[in-house]
Structures are given as C-alpha cells and as structure tokens.
Nanobody, 126 residues
Framework: QVQLVESGGGLVQPGGSLRLSCAFSGITLDYYTIGWFRQIPGKEREFVAT????????RYTDSVKGRFTISRDNAKNTVYLQMNVLTPEVTAVYYC???????????????????WGQGTQVTVSS
C-alpha cells in the first residue's frame, strides 16, 4: 500500500522558515516525479513545486521562486520543501504527491499525480 506522509508544518512568524518533509512507503521513489501543492479552504488546490526523479528538473510557481527549494533523497524515500522568507500569503495545507508517468518531465497539474499525502498545515502569522 502506497503511503505519503507529510510533516514539518506549523506556525511560523513572517520572515521565518520551515522545511516540509514527505516520507514515502509502499513504493520506492525511482522514476517518480514528486510535487508539492497547497490548498486554502474554499479555494482550488494549487501547484507549488515539483522535481523529476533524477532531481535534474525542478519547477516552481512564480510566487515562490527564490524562496522555496524542492529536493529529494531517493535513498531515504523522502522529498523536502524548504520554505524561506515566509509570508502570510503562503498559509495553506501543503500536500505532496507522486506521479509515476512523467519521471523526466514533472507536471504542475494536480490531476496527473496519482498518489497523495494527507497534508500538513502551514500557518504564517505574527
């Protein structure tokens, strides 16, 4: 059974940092593209970042470029999202997701990801 478990969320002040982790079980990460998405209640889920299985290709939504970094450790079956210079606008539930079909061309479309975690809350507030 495939499981994705996010952790690392919490409450942080503006300007602070958080590192989200997504631990996988039931699969190895070889040939999986991994993405991070977020959702605010009442709004659609939106793309944040994605990384190819070799880590060669990464993509970010414009609003987080230069502040967020996605990375992965395939040996540890874990993907990370380092979030710096946080602002209240990034407050949301963050989800990781896995896509086995596009290992070299990571997608920003959530419907192309077949496996999802349960999410972790990130709140940026003073």
């Amino acid at each position: 059974q495939v499981q994705l478990v996010e952790s690392g969320g919490g409450l942080v002040q503006p300007g602070g940092s958080l590192r989200l982790s997504c631990a996988f079980s039931g699969i190895t990460l070889d040939y999986y593209t991994i993405g991070w998405f977020r959702q605010i209640p009442g709004k659609e889920r939106e793309f944040v970042a994605t990384i190819s299985w070799t880590s060669i290709t990464t993509r970010y939504t414009d609003s987080v470029k230069g502040r967020f970094t996605i990375s992965r450790d395939n040996a540890k079956n874990t993907v990370y999202l380092q979030m710096n210079v946080l602002t209240p606008e990034v407050t949301a539930v963050y989800y990781c997701a896995a896509d086995p079909a596009r290992p070299y061309s990571p997608s920003s479309y959530d419907y192309e990801y077949g496996y999802w975690g349960q999410g972790t809350q990130v709140t940026v507030s003073s």
